[in-house]
């Protein structure tokens, strides 16, 4: 089975520009999770989806943060407009049910100008 | 304020010694999870554990909901268990969101 997948690896944004970030689940899992980690806050969930319901969007990251998970196997993490304090690594998990080992993604570091 | 408290921060072990991580929450919690972060970066999800103990291998984590913590034990640890060890929770009131402790950072020598 492959593991779950994002792309890009890297992303290098100005200050403004609208990215979308993209993220494949493992093949049969029901939850997904986007997280963000930088050094200061260290890792925040954004957004958690289960069996591509919105669950959890993440409070405080609403305004400018819109996940979604348009079919099972492929979801999208869009950031409108950036700022340079959204720099940090964004990470993509998914579990087959809620409580199951999440599997990660190797993250998008994403740089804001 | 900061609802993880995890501790230590920081950690040097000798191979083949023990480790006790601790994580301490300022609120009431429904479940919570442990995970360990690779030095590269790479993120791996250890124990989802809502109470009691949980064992895998040389890591058994312990939460006691009432006394709001849970720990995260290692025994005889070895060099690839370097790396950092985040713990998070999920608030009682409901799935809310994880909140995430800072991390015990571990380094263990030969």
């Known amino acids: 089975d492959a593991g779950v997948t994002q792309t890009p690896r890297h992303e290098v944004a100005e200050k403004g520009q609208t990215i979308i970030l993209k993220c494949e689940p493992v093949?049969?899992?029901?939850?997904l999770f986007w997280y963000r980690q930088t050094k200061i806050q260290g890792l925040e969930l954004l957004s958690y989806?289960?069996?591509?319901?919105?669950?959890?969007d993440g409070g405080a990251f609403k305004d400018r943060f819109k996940a979604e998970m348009l079919n099972s196997s492929f979801s999208t993490l869009k950031i409108q407009p950036t700022e340079p304090k959204d720099s940090a690594v964004y990470l993509c998990?998914?579990?087959?049910?809620?409580?199951?080992?999440?599997?990660f993604g190797p993250g998008t570091r994403l740089l804001v100008l | 304020g900061q609802q993880v408290q995890q501790s230590p921060a920081s950690l040097v072990l000798q191979e083949g010694e023990n480790a006790e991580l601790q994580c301490n929450f300022s609120?009431?919690?429904?479940?919570m999870q442990w995970f360990y972060q690779r030095p590269e970066g790479s993120l791996v999800s250890l124990f989802y554990?809502?109470?009691g103990t949980k064992q895998s291998g040389r890591l058994t984590s312990t939460t006691v909901i009432k006394e709001r913590r849970s720990s995260l034990h290692i025994s005889s640890s070895q060099i690839t268990d370097s790396g950092t060890y985040l713990c998070?929770?999920?608030?009682?009131?409901?799935?809310?969101?994880?909140?995430f402790g800072k991390g015990t950072s571990l380094t263990v020598i030969p």
């Open positions: 998990a998914s579990s087959r049910d809620r409580g199951d080992t999440q599997y």
């Open positions: 093949s049969g899992h029901n939850d």
């Open positions: 989806f289960r069996s591509k319901s919105l669950m959890e």
């Open positions: 609120t009431s919690l429904n479940s």
């Open positions: 554990n809502p109470s």
């Open positions: 998070a929770m999920e608030p009682g009131t409901g799935y809310q969101n994880f909140y």
